[in-house]
């Protein structure tokens, strides 16, 4: 047996020892012991609260690929013993499955973490409610603005759009001039059109039943609208991330405007080694509102969250930490991300906003959208972010009709659902 | 007396010296296989009752059927390419008898260096316009963006090259070796009786290193139906999703850990080992893999000594 084969077939070995669980036993006396799972982004972090509990808490820090955070839970809960107290999580869509009984893993806060700490920015912690508990921190929260180049916007006389037909309008006035109004072909154009617009992709009523509708008017009408840009060459149907994309585009200086996450400015736009955008350029302004919503809202692109293990022998001690690491507003000041709890929020804005590198202030429109992010989309157990890639991205970036890329996408996800206990509804 | 005592000897040491290896079958192999088949009876949510249903769950999931196609068509494509690219290599390594013969043994070897996580990068790098050492000659063709050949329809030939880079040079070192075995009497006899270096090659020395082709065809076709390395990574990194659930494996790894439907990943597993192990058996019983080497044969049962070492530490 060649051993290739060899490797899945121990992983199945691993899997059969379901037999012995180890049960979450007793805290009893002694110092408590926690073992902390973190991105390499987020390991300063961890860190800085190692240090602020040294001598009274026992932290120990792993970093890991969140990417397979999953796949490690899940092979703990066959085995019944390993998992870690507290762990960082970027796909905001984990709880779902984290926190349903079918896995058990995440633990419930509302148990364990005062209430004033969830409600400490307006809503920001909603997306880890289920079924009117808590199940996670937002870490921060990754609401989609405008970004603008406000000096290309001067040279070439644009308006700031505050609808999204008056966002094609002045994105159809790039034509022409080299210049693009962001590129749509990564999960941006879930995040940042479909999300806002309210398009049901994973529109979950309940634990059990989830909308998803591919002839939804809010989603029909965002292919609609784009599918005019993308042809006249003023959307870009690579991603933002897309080495010919930085290279013939971004590096040089040709986005006039991107919708994008709170992140983008400091992660994406300014960086060298990323669009490198000179000082006294960039901008934000608000989401531009789409006909018929009652709100200009946001979708969201990432937005990691904090969670707390329910097989923790020191379950105050993990919710501490989660406290710590989801709140501290020192430790989140400095951070890329938009903290997703109100002083700490404070503390970042006041060093983002005062950043002269921005042609003004992108704090005021990141905090309107703050509260705006569309409550349509909830955390479900498929997988899709990996349908945004697998699909909806592939597509668009294969030239395919937007129209046709986002039925795909939709179908697929239809088809996605029921695999993980979703009855799915139009 | 003393002819059963000296059988019952043999017996005995056999089975001594297959014990270490009859072990470690057992432990990784058979438990495994034991504990697969069982962990594919489990409930999932999609299938509360558990059971064989799982096994019409993997092939009702609207994954499966792209998938299979995905490997089917990768298959077509590697094994064959690997046979007889490797064949003919090897023969015109062997044939090649002069002081660079040492030199390009190693170049061979070189590529295989670059395999899983290095291959994706390398291969990125090659293929992405912006970065490639190609990059005038990837625009000459009128490829500029690196979408126009990272995309979904190219992915079988991608991985095709991957793979092949990767293992090619492996197997043309362990047949160059069976053909090392060869011996100079045959090969003497035939040049004697006029056959051409063309002709000693095809006639000669390909049928007698036919078995160990047959062996790396069962090895490679194996290892190409378990393709995941490749697909898994592309998706992860430099193309979020754009190989997801590529290949069957990867669709068992997605049941597992995605769906936590640890049931349907391991009756996918199993449905892979069964159409291995029947592909081996149609390779060993169809052909004179297994056969006793007859006197007319003599000479290849050599070759099989001298490549058996070679050819087990791949």
Redesign the interface.
Known sequence: ??K???L???L??V??MAGCTAGSGDAGGGTPELLIWVDSVREPAAKAYQESVKGDVDVTVEVIDT?EL??KI?LFN?TGSGWPDVVFAGGPNDVA?LADP??GYAANLSETVDESVFKSYDGANDWCLIDGDYYCLKNDLAQSVLWYDAVVFEELGLTVPTTMEEFATEAMKLEGTGYVAGAI???NYYASYLWPSGCPMAAADDSTTVRIDPDAEECTRVADLVQPLVDAGVLDT?SSF???F??DVAQAGKVAMTFGPSWFGEFVLRPESSWAIPEGHVAAAPMPIWDGNDQAYSGEWGGGIWMASSHSKFPDAAADAVTYLATDPELLADSVTFPGSGPAFEAWAERVGSDPYYASSPVPAMVQQATLINPSEKPV???I???????L??EI??GTPVAEATRKFQE?LI??A????YKVTQ | MARSRIKRMSALSGSLMFAPYLIL?VA??V???V??F??ALKPS??NPAGGFLNYLVVIQ??RFLPALTNVATFLVIYVPLMVLVVAAMSLLLDAIRSRWTVPLRAAYIVPASISGAVAILVWYFML????SPYGDLLRAVGI????QIW???NLVWIFVLMAFFTGAGNWIIVQYGSLQSISDDILEAARIDGANAFQIGLQIKLPLIRRYLIYMSI?TF??GL?I?VEPYLI??TV????A??WSL?QL???F???????GA??AL?LML?VI?IIAALIAIFRTDFFEEARPTTKRSKKAARAAMPAGSAI
């Open positions: 047996m060649n290739r084969l060899a899945p077939l121990a199945m070995a899997f059969g990417a999953l796949t899940s066959t499955i079918s896995n072909g990564d999960q690579r897309d080495a010919g930085l290279a157990r498929y997988d972010q990996g349908q945004v890639g697998a699909v991205q592939t970036n294969a697929s088809q996605l029921p695999g993980s206990g | 079958l990784f192999g438990v495994p296989v504990m697969a069982f962990t949510m999609v999931d609207f992405e316009p912006t970065y500029t963006e690196g979408s995309n979904t329809g090895l194996a290892a378990q995941f998706s992860s193309y979020p999703g754009l997801d659930n494996n068992s790894y997605s597992a850990f995605q769906s936590g439907n640890l990943s391991a597993s080992l291995c």
